[in-house]
């Protein structure tokens, strides 16, 4: 099945420098990669995704790359600020359960320091 | 966001007891899918369903059992109890328009003792 390795899983970060999360995905036929942020005790929201067709996309201060011959992908936030402070998660489809479900990173912890 | 609720927010059982919890979406969308959050795990489907009557087991199903008899009706049963189920516990939709992008409920936090 898909399989989804999600690095580092912790992250400390001065505000206003770069963040960077990295993800690898097994299932080659994989076509859609998003990304959830979590904040504490809340649900995980959407904040960008990709599909395969393009290589990166970019939303504000938060941008994916993606590289399918190597099968990973990334998260970008620059210029970060406190409130970037949460739990991101990445995610691909495929696998044994199908093209329909995610199986999830197991999350970035980002704190932003001050 | 406010389309998706889940209810309990917060719930404490006892081993052995039965306990439901239940996710109600009005999107009209046509998946839903149950996720357990745990510390360490990230987030592991439980079950999933592509349609009213339709459903699946995803990647950690034993000890639990679904039902979809309306489209905006998930509700997913622990028909045992046991310690390892504390956990938190988020129902998610999908749109079959938008294909993958899934919406979460704010969540229910199980405890079993």
């Known amino acids: 099945g898909e399989n989804v390795e999600q690095h580092p899983s912790t992250l400390s970060v001065q505000e206003g420098d770069s963040a960077v999360i990295k993800c690898t995905y097994s299932d080659s036929a994989s076509n859609y990669f998003p990304w959830y942020k979590q904040e504490l005790g809340k649900r995980p929201q959407l904040i960008i995704d990709i599909r395969s067709n393009v290589g990166e996309k970019k939303d504000q201060r938060i941008a994916v790359t993606l590289n399918k011959t190597a099968k990973h992908f990334s998260l970008h936030i620059t210029e970060t600020q406190p409130e970037d402070s949460a739990v991101y998660f990445c995610?691909?489809?495929?696998?044994?359960?199908?093209?329909?479900?995610?199986?999830f990173g197991t999350g970035t912890r980002l704190t932003i320091i001050p | 966001d406010a389309g998706i609720t889940q209810s309990p927010r917060y719930k404490i059982t006892e081993t052995g007891r039965q306990v439901t919890l239940m996710c109600h979406q009005t999107?009209?969308?046509?998946?839903m899918f149950w996720y357990r959050q745990d510390l360490g795990h990230g987030l592991r489907l439980i079950y999933y369903s592509a349609a009213a009557d339709i459903t699946d087991k995803g990647e950690v199903p034993d000890g639990y059992v679904v039902s979809r008899s309306k489209t905006e009706n998930f509700p997913l049963t622990l028909e045992s109890a046991t310690r390892s189920q504390t956990s938190v516990y988020f129902c998610a939709s999908m749109s079959e328009v938008v294909y993958n992008e899934q919406f979460f409920g704010p969540g229910t936090r199980l405890t079993v003792l």
């Open positions: 995610a691909a489809p495929g696998g044994s359960f199908g093209n329909e479900k995610l199986t």
């Open positions: 999107w009209s969308h046509s998946y």
